[in-house]
């Protein structure tokens, strides 16, 4: 499926960095409804870009509690998101849900393409994803999962090969590069590439009200 080791001593850095930060995030994640901190700038980031995996119970909490809102504002155009999932916990074993999940949601986003459809799809399997980590399914529900949510909509007969091959190995490794590149040092992480920005609740206050341009009350 993917590689049988790790990905190297670059990313094993930046894994390592990720599991040391997780408590930190969730403190975040915890606090970022809240309205505190400082009153952020009332410019909307051009787009953002979200880091998670779907082993990390932190990405889980994130996404159980604000998923929905950042899907409503991307569905309406109000804010451009790119989930970029990423293998830490894993740590590119081919064997771990870290791994596995990534290549499932990265094969049906390939195969949905653009579009509001596509959207709440890809955030229906989201939320599928993290309810199995406790208990990870094998690759056959995993396809099954990902080519029943494609139906109508994508290419289900392609996604099969796509999960149990190496067909998500290109863009789970540029996740990690890219969120190297960045700097960023946890996951969940909202990033604004546009301006070098990683959102945090001391600094932009209400994650909504950052997203949007609006002031937090």
Not at 171 to 176: G, H, P, T, V
């Amino acid at each position: 499926m993917h590689i049988n080791t790790f990905r190297g001593g670059a990313a094993l850095a930046v894994a390592a960095a990720a599991a040391l930060m997780l408590t930190g995030c969730a403190e975040s994640i915890r606090n970022a409804d809240s309205g505190s901190g400082s009153t952020p700038a009332n410019t909307a980031p051009e787009q953002v870009q979200i880091f998670e995996d779907f082993a990390c119970p932190h990405c889980a909490a994130f996404h159980e509690r604000y998923g929905g809102m950042v899907h409503g504002l991307a569905s309406g155009g109000q804010v451009d998101v790119d989930y970029r999932i990423v293998d830490f916990l894993g740590r590119g074993d081919p064997e771990s849900w870290s791994t596995r999940a990534a290549t499932a949601y990265y094969c049906l986003e390939d195969s949905l393409g653009d579009g509001e459809a596509a959207q709440g799809t890809l955030h229906g399997i989201q939320s599928w994803l993290f309810e199995q980590a406790a208990t990870p399914p094998g690759d056959e529900a995993l396809v099954a999962q990902a080519s029943a949510r494609a139906e109508g909509t994508g290419e289900p007969e392609e996604i099969g090969q796509c999960i149990t091959g190496n067909g998500a190995d290109e863009r789970i490794e540029a996740a990690l590069s890219d969120f190297s590149d960045f700097g960023l040092r946890g996951v969940p992480s909202v990033y604004s590439p546009a301006e070098s920005t990683l959102y945090s609740v001391e600094e932009h206050g209400d994650l909504k009200s950052w997203l949007t341009g609006s002031k937090t009350r």
